[in-house]
């Protein structure tokens, strides 16, 4: 499930806000009514779409409050104003409102707008405010904005991983599909324990190049580096630029899969402490439970996870431990908790005797060597075994990549219907 997705009016190019009605997803402006009829459509699609505080305007949101039915009557004109029940609030009004402090909030708000303590918009605006710090019923955390990336390194995982198990034990509130207590509790305490990897820049710009092309893969246990884990590239990859770290923990049939941006910046610098102590570094995009033997190309929003462990499974990788700062160890050890374990993942050298083969010319060969490097489709094969080797049972050969490692990558424009494997006949179905 995609938890980036931000809904926008066509009409007014406004962020809009979402409301569950039952079980239907209802779409409205923010603060009031706009004056004409909703027209939901996916933000990404309009240009310059209006996503700041909603008390403020100042800055992106990070926190969506849910607060009770909020009506103002006017003395004077016997006219009554009636208010959202969300509101998209940015950090530094998130601090006001979370120390119950509404005439600081109004009075950051109002001197943004200019607004005379005296005048009658500053007196609503307080009126509104008040209502908001007072009948606030709890926050979740906003995964739609867009947030500039942070950059990661191997030395920063582990307070990477615990800022984000400190989230999931918080009381904030998560996106629906990954909000559940106990399901959160859980994958807490499998994050604690879970095996971490970062991928240098050379793997990742591998990824990033070959990611897109990549022909269906079935998600195993054979090409997983672990039964459970936290992966990040120094910066985001995938289609969308946004993805920078994936999580997987065994649930069920299969894996739950987790897949996170991270924030690095956009706010002011006093700010930044209150982020990470608050959030972290990562926010969640994509939830997907994912069952075994389920087929995803590289143009999936988890392709590029599979493409790396790919190319980790044809040993075109090597990990190493990273070197963690004597501060997180001895932090761990002040905890009682075993020093975490991260992997940097990284090219494997070439051989001198791979390196002279590539330039050292060759005898002629019955069949043309290819000049480029290529993704060759998963398929099955019979493989022998037995005595003499004189019997045969079929296997699965996941997508790799042919070719000397010297050779550049040539890409194609296959189109490819994805479903998941059936168990009969080995081959991709249209589930």
Same mark, same amino acid.
């Given at each position: 499930?995609?938890?980036? $997705?931000?809904?926008?009016?066509?009409?007014c190019r406004i962020?809009?806000?979402? /409301?569950?009605?039952?079980?239907?997803?209802?779409?409205?402006?923010?603060?009031?009514?706009?004056?004409?009829?909703?027209?939901?459509?996916?933000?990404?699609?309009?240009?310059?779409?209006?996503?700041?505080?909603?008390?403020?305007?100042?800055?992106?949101?990070?926190w969506n409050y849910?607060?009770?039915?909020?009506? +103002?009557?006017?003395?004077?004109?016997?006219?009554?104003?009636?208010?959202?029940?969300? =509101?998209?609030?940015?950090?530094?009004?998130?601090?006001?409102?979370?120390?119950?402090?509404?005439?600081?909030?109004?009075?950051?708000?109002?001197?943004?707008?200019?607004?005379?303590?005296?005048?009658?918009? !500053?007196?609503?605006?307080?009126?509104?405010?008040?209502?908001?710090?007072?009948?606030?019923?709890?926050?979740? %955390?906003?995964?739609?904005?867009? =947030?500039?990336?942070?950059? &990661?390194?191997?030395?920063?995982?582990?307070? +990477?991983?615990?800022?984000?198990?400190? #989230?999931?034990?918080?009381?904030?509130?998560?996106?629906?599909?990954?909000?559940?207590?106990?399901?959160? @509790?859980?994958?807490?305490? @499998? %994050?604690?324990?879970? *095996?971490?990897?970062?991928?240098?820049?050379?793997?990742?710009?591998?990824?990033?190049?070959?990611?897109?092309?990549?022909?269906?893969?079935?998600?195993?246990?054979?090409?997983?580096?672990?039964?459970?884990?936290?992966?990040?590239?120094?910066? *985001?990859?995938? @289609?969308?630029?946004?993805?920078?770290?994936?999580?997987?923990?065994?649930?069920?049939?299969?894996? @739950?899969?987790?897949? !996170? /941006?991270?924030?690095?910046?956009?706010?002011?610098?006093? %700010?930044?402490? $209150?982020?990470? /102590?608050?959030?972290?570094?990562l926010a969640p995009?994509?939830?997907? /439970?994912?069952?075994?033997?389920?087929?995803?190309?590289?143009?999936?929003?988890?392709?590029?996870?599979?493409?790396?462990?790919?190319? &980790?499974?044809?040993?075109?990788?090597?990990?190493? *431990?990273?070197?963690?700062?004597?501060?997180?160890?001895?932090? !761990?050890?002040?905890?009682?908790?075993?020093?975490?374990?991260?992997?940097?993942?990284? &090219?494997?050298?070439?051989?001198?005797?791979?390196?002279?083969?590539? $330039?050292?010319?060759?005898?002629?060969?019955?069949?043309?060597?290819?000049?480029?490097?290529?993704?060759?489709?998963?398929?099955?094969?019979?493989?022998?075994?037995?005595?003499?080797?004189?019997?045969?049972?079929?296997?699965?050969?996941?997508?790799? #990549?042919?070719?000397?490692?010297?050779?550049?990558?040539?890409?194609?424009?296959?189109?490819?219907?994805?479903?998941?494997?059936?168990?009969?006949?080995?081959?991709?179905?249209?589930?």
């Amino acid at each position: 499930m995609n938890l980036a $997705t931000m809904m926008a009016c066509a009409t007014c190019r406004i962020a809009l806000t979402e /409301h569950n009605s039952g079980d239907t997803i209802v779409y409205r402006h923010p603060v009031s009514d706009d004056g004409h009829e909703v027209v939901p459509v996916n933000a990404g699609l309009i240009k310059g779409v209006f996503n700041s505080c909603h008390t403020c305007t100042d800055a992106p949101p990070m926190w969506n409050y849910h607060t009770g039915h909020i009506e +103002i009557l006017s003395l004077s004109s016997g006219i009554a104003a009636d208010y959202s029940d969300q =509101w998209h609030v940015c950090l530094r009004c998130a601090q006001l409102i979370e120390a119950d402090d509404s005439d600081a909030l109004t009075a950051r708000c109002a001197g943004l707008m200019r607004w005379h303590p005296d005048s009658d918009e !500053y007196t609503i605006l307080r009126t509104l405010q008040r209502g908001i710090v007072l009948s606030r019923e709890g926050r979740t %955390l906003l995964t739609t904005t867009n =947030w500039p990336p942070a950059r &990661i390194s191997a030395d920063m995982m582990p307070k +990477i991983r615990d800022r984000f198990s400190g #989230l999931l034990r918080g009381p904030a509130n998560l996106p629906a599909a990954i909000n559940d207590r106990d399901q959160r @509790q859980n994958l807490a305490r @499998q %994050l604690d324990l879970i *095996p971490m990897y970062w991928i240098n820049q050379e793997f990742t710009n591998l990824v990033n190049t070959v990611s897109a092309d990549r022909p269906p893969a079935w998600v195993t246990d054979e090409i997983a580096p672990s039964t459970s884990g936290l992966l990040a590239w120094p910066q *985001p990859v995938g @289609q969308t630029g946004q993805l920078a770290a994936v999580s997987w923990t065994p649930e069920g049939n299969g894996w @739950q899969v987790i897949g !996170y /941006h991270s924030i690095g910046s956009g706010m002011d610098e006093d %700010l930044m402490p $209150t982020l990470r /102590h608050e959030i972290g570094w990562l926010a969640p995009i994509h939830a997907e /439970h994912v069952t075994r033997g389920t087929g995803l190309d590289g143009s999936h929003p988890l392709g590029p996870l599979i493409t790396t462990w790919l190319l &980790i499974n044809q040993q075109m990788a090597e990990a190493v *431990p990273a070197k963690l700062s004597k501060g997180i160890v001895k932090a !761990y050890q002040r905890s009682q908790r075993p020093t975490p374990e991260v992997k940097i993942v990284q &090219i494997r050298t070439r051989s001198s005797t791979s390196l002279t083969q590539c $330039t050292e010319p060759t005898r002629p060969r019955a069949r043309a060597k290819p000049d480029h490097r290529f993704w060759v489709s998963g398929h099955p094969r019979q493989q022998a075994y037995g005595p003499g080797r004189s019997l045969r049972r079929e296997i699965e050969i996941q997508p790799f #990549l042919k070719g000397d490692e010297h050779l550049p990558i040539r890409l194609s424009t296959t189109v490819r219907v994805l479903g998941s494997r059936s168990a009969t006949d080995g081959k991709l179905g249209t589930d």
